[in-house]
């Protein structure tokens, strides 16, 4: 069994129970898991992402999640909490998974299911790699931020259905190849500790000569995200490029969001019609 898509019952599920301090995105995960567990779930699959790529490393709040959602569960609940970390590269990362699917199958059941998962993700990235971001008219925007927040429609407030209904051409970091994106940002001075980080400066530099401009989301209270947006702005005001930085939370006004990003759009087409 999955949660539903993010909901306003769902975040109030987490807003009542998580720590202030804590972002949007992990408040919305801890409803998401209240959620199941009211619907009698009292095993749930949260496992501790470490890292995805050599060298790098997952959103801190990744690194200690399963931690972090047990206190705000009943003691009836128990997490199955696998630690995935391709830091020593993919091979040690395959062997975390097949240890973890041997304790509920034998091998060639797990082996079917790791090539099944694979072949899905495959599929996943291949569609996005293929998406034609700049097809037609309008003006060409790069979206940017970690995938838990732009991906989520109700967390996001739908800011990729807003811009594509004002006309715009929206590409995302999910359209630029892994490899692409780690040559990419190598020209940072200092090597980027976190993947989604490394994947935005990327994808901006991938794009940098085709857009008209850069939205950015950044859940507050991040640190990471913060730094990045800092690196971003610079990045494009060297290329006259303008950006807008989204700080969201609970309190985000989605109506105030739309607000300016209409008000960035007309900035937009005044400039290139100027």
Known sequence: MISPPSNK???????????????????????HARALVHQGIEL???PQIISVARGEYTCPNFLGLPDLLRQY??????????????????????????????QFAPLKTVLHAW???????HAV?????????????????????????TDDTFLSGNLRGHLEGLGARVCTASQVPDERSL????????????????QSVGSLEHFIEEIDGVVNMVPFGC???????????????????????????????????ITRLEAFYELLERKKSG
């Open 73 to 102: 569960l009943p003691p009836s609940v128990t997490l199955l909490s696998p630690i995935f970390d391709a830091r020593k590269g993919q091979r040690r990362l395959t062997r975390s998974y097949l240890r973890f699917g041997l």
């Open 183 to 198: 040559e990419l940002s190598s020209g940072v001075k200092k090597p980027l500790f976190w993947s989604a980080a490394r």
């Open 44 to 46: 749930l699959f949260v």
């Open 125 to 149: 990235e291949s569609s996005a790699l293929r998406a034609g971001p700049f097809l037609g008219g309008g003006l060409r925007i790069l979206v940017l931020g970690p995938r838990y927040l």
């Open 223 to 257: 640190g990471a995200e913060s730094l990045i947006s800092v690196l971003i702005q610079r990045r494009a005001r060297r290329q006259d490029l303008p950006t807008l930085d989204l700080v969201i939370d609970e309190h985000t006004s989605y109506v105030g969001l």
């Open 115 to 121: 090539q099944d998962a694979l072949g899905v993700q």
């Open 9 to 31: 019952e769902i975040l109030e599920l987490g807003l009542s129970t998580c720590v202030d301090g804590a972002c949007l995105a992990l408040k919305s995960y801890v409803g």
